[in-house]
Every structure is written in C-alpha cells, then in structure tokens.
C-alpha cells in the first residue's frame, strides 16, 4: 500500500514536498514513479526514481524545478518541488513497479504494479 501526503494549497513560485510512504512491504526492489493528473488531462509521469535510488529521470515541464528522492530505510520517497507554477495543479499519485533490476526507472512507464490514492497540489494565487 502506497500513502502520498503533503500536498496543499500554494502560490505560484513556492514549494511543496510530497511524500511516499509504503506499509506493508520494503521498497527495496521498487521503482518508483510520480504521476499527476489535471483536470481535463490525461495522467502523466514526471518523474521516477530506481530502486536503487542511484537513478532518477525527469519529464520536461519540471526537469530543474523537481527532485525526486527516496529513503528505503523509511519505505518513503520524496518529491521536492519549487519554483511551483499554476500549470503544475493537478493530483499527484506515488506508483510503483517491482524490479530485480534495481537501476531501473522509466518516466514514460504506465506499467505499474501498485498505486497511491493520490494527493492534491494547488497552485494559485
């Protein structure tokens, strides 16, 4: 079971970290993806991290504002995001896929093995 939390309402040019929790079970063999989804909008990836966590790819719209990072002794990863812009509201969802290959990520991956409820950013003014 994935757990996002630290969403909320912001203004644009602010920052907000979002949080992964996984009960239950270790993260240690799992890539995890962030995805978010706007209103009117299909869900995308923006970014993932390895297993491993010595691997992390970024989409475009928040490569340099967005760091994703992870702690597996916590079964927690993280999404740093700044520099927040109103474009950026939508729900985000923490996923994950089991792997052996514990340096692999894909941004571009649908393929998930589990999903977070998802969690609401808004950024306005």
């Known amino acids: 079971l994935l757990v996002e939390s630290g969403g909320g309402w912001v203004q644009p040019g602010g920052s907000l970290t979002l949080s992964c929790a996984a009960s239950?079970?270790?993260?240690?063999?799992?890539?995890i993806q962030w995805f978010r989804q706007a209103p009117g909008k299909e869900r995308e990836g923006i970014s993932c991290?390895?297993?491993?966590?010595?691997?992390?790819h970024y989409a475009d719209s928040v490569k340099g504002r967005f760091t994703i990072s992870r702690d597996n002794a916590k079964n927690t990863v993280y999404l740093q995001m700044t520099n927040l812009r109103p474009e950026d509201t939508a729900v985000y969802y923490c996923?994950?896929?089991?792997?052996?290959?514990?340096?692999?990520?894909?941004?571009?991956?649908?393929?998930?093995?589990?999903w977070g409820e998802g969690v609401l950013v808004n950024v306005s003014s």
């Open positions: 996923a994950g896929k089991s792997t052996f290959v514990r340096t692999w990520c894909d941004v571009g991956s649908r393929s998930m093995d589990w």
């Open positions: 239950g079970e270790g993260l240690d063999y799992d890539a």
């Open positions: 991290v390895s297993a491993s966590g010595t691997n992390t």
